[in-house]
């Protein structure tokens, strides 16, 4: 079977560092961070008041109160990227009705509904009094159910979970799906709840960064100093689409999804492996046709935790030895976006390679024993990644790669 | 309550609750082909008429009766009439 290429034609994003394109990209090139302290968390016991934070974006401006019914906020946002993302790819909405349009999104946890739904069933002692909407804002799946009745797609509809890298697969299997012809056109990406209920357990496990007096400067990864992850969130959407379909209508192409690969541990449930993400590294490298040498950026899926960022850096070492492409994670200032941060590093990477800059990997300082002798970004680089390598990483030890192309 | 103020307690209520017009809420309107609403609003329907009227909803075949806006009307009156 000859593979199809896949365009990346449409990006969008609301993020903690700005709601749209425009205002993230400039961020990412500031090296503005979006961090900060919620004092709620404190008083209700959380080791860590650190978070991202969405500024500037209200749900009524999207959609109505019988749409929004239904929809999480992280669905409200994960419309708002898409509608975006549509308007740069140039896609009319009677294009999208067909079975050859799909969506598929990264997800793994929708807290809020599930919560409210008990309250209201305590208080009130009888089911019909919780509402219409509790059910389907409970579902891990409530970005392609809400977007596919709002946009009338008739393809692939599905969310997909596996924790920390669920958006980097679900970019990864809608490319898939375009290369194999199964799909023309797939709108894809991630989207994570920020909202302290979701984040309670996460953060009584000791993994969060402390460094409250300077929220900034709080997430340090590849740094010797880090001290752990700031959990943030919010929505990346794409628009791929078979290379000939855009070339033919006459899209702007942004850049290609080269190739994809997967791989999974096979160990520890939190303790990344020495071995998993490097055999997706090769594997996306191989499907690619590339040498390590050919990728000028790799987008690092570095979190700030002691143990995340050590691995991450010796399997890099591991694939890449003499060869020293850039290196910066994003999270350094959007903190991590979880379930979204796997599709999000390709928007963030694509508006790199259109706006001509490396975002830097802030407060980096001091190298440790695993990130020594890796090309950090310590400031932004002026010029457009050309191939860029994506990783992304989940509990359970679930690998995500993808490679970028943006030849001009 | 009068007739017209459950009229205008059901309105507003409604109106509120899924975005509706006001001038669009005329007695004979089909809540379903004229106003929008669907299976799943009726119940979101029952919840903002229990907390207007102050009373509860029992009988759902009642309720899955209502066409129109005035078979609202009716229930509501019934409904009121029933308690008094």
């Known amino acids: 079977m000859k593979w199809k290429r896949v365009a990346i034609t449409g990006v969008g994003v609301v993020s903690c560092l700005g709601c749209g394109c425009e205002a993230v990209s400039a961020a990412l090139r500031a090296g503005r961070s979006g961090i900060v302290v919620d004092e709620e968390r404190l008083e209700l016991g959380f080791r860590s008041p650190l978070t991202g934070t969405i500024r500037g974006f209200d749900p009524k401006d999207w959609l109505g109160r019988k749409e929004r019914k239904t929809m999480t906020d992280f669905s409200v946002q994960a419309y708002a990227a898409t509608r975006e993302a549509l308007t740069l790819a140039g896609v009319a909405d009677e294009d999208l009705r067909n079975p050859d349009t799909g969506l598929i999104f ?25 509402g219409s909407g509790h059910i389907f804002r409970s579902m891990t799946s409530n970005i392609t159910m809400n977007l596919n009745t ?7 509809c599905w969310s997909l979970s596996s924790a920390c890298s669920s958006g980097g697969h679900a970019v990864g299997q809608a490319a898939d799906l375009i290369a194999s012809g199964r799909q023309q056109r797939v709108i894809c990406g991630g989207a994570q709840e920020i909202n302290w209920q979701s984040m309670c357990s996460f953060d009584g496990l000791g993994a969060f960064s402390t460094a409250r007096d300077e929220p900034q400067k709080a997430c340090r990864p590849f740094s010797a100093d880090r001290d752990g992850l700031v959990p ?11 290379y000939e379909l855009a070339r033919r209508r006459g899209a702007r192409i942004f850049g290609e999804v080269l ?20 055999r997706a590294m090769n594997g996306v490298l191989q499907r690619a046709g590339l040498q390590p040498g050919q990728i000028d950026y790799i987008c690092a899926h570095a979190t700030a935790t002691p143990a995340g960022d050590g691995a991450e850096a010796d399997n890099i070492h591991a694939v890449f030895g003499d060869a020293k492409p ?34 830097p990997n802030l407060n980096f300082t001091t190298p440790d024993d695993h990130s ?4 950090i970004v310590t400031q932004t680089v002026d010029e457009s990644p050309r191939r860029v390598l994506c990783n992304s990483a989940g509990f359970g030890g679930t690998n995500a790669c993808l490679v970028l192309g943006f030849d001009a | 309550m009068t007739e017209e103020q459950i009229i205008t307690t059901v309105n507003q209520a409604l109106a509120e609750e899924f975005e509706l017009e006001l001038e669009a809420m005329q007695p004979a309107a089909s809540i379903y082909a004229d106003l929008g609403l669907d299976s799943l609003d009726t119940v979101d329907m029952v919840i903002v008429l229990e907390a207007a009227f102050k009373f509860k909803i029992r009988d759902e075949e009642a309720i899955k009766k209502i066409r129109t806006l005035q078979d609202i009307y009716d229930f509501v009156q019934r409904k009121m009439a029933e308690l008094s």
């Not at chain 1, 793994?108 to 009888?126: F, H, T, Y």
């Not at chain 1, 943030?232 to 078979?242: D, K």
Request: some cysteine; hydrophobic content about 40%.
């Open chain 1, 150 to 156: 709002l946009l009338g797609t008739q393809g692939a």
């Open chain 1, 232 to 242: 943030s969130g919010g929505a990346a959407a794409l628009v791929l689409e078979e």
């Open chain 1, 372 to 375: 020594r002798g890796l090309r």
């Open chain 1, 106 to 130: 990264g997800c793994d946890s929708s807290c809020l509904a599930g919560i409210e739904q008990v309250e209201l069933l305590r208080q009130s002692r009888e089911t019909k009094a919780i």
């Open chain 1, 259 to 278: 190739s994809y690969a997967f791989s999974s541990d096979g160990e520890h449930l939190s303790v990344p492996s020495r071995g998993g993400l490097q």
């Open chain 1, 326 to 359: 850039w290196v910066s994670s994003t999270k350094s200032m959007t903190g991590h976006e979880l379930w979204m941060s796997g599709a999000a590093q390709v928007v963030y990477s694509t508006l790199m390679a259109r706006d001509g800059f490396i975002a």
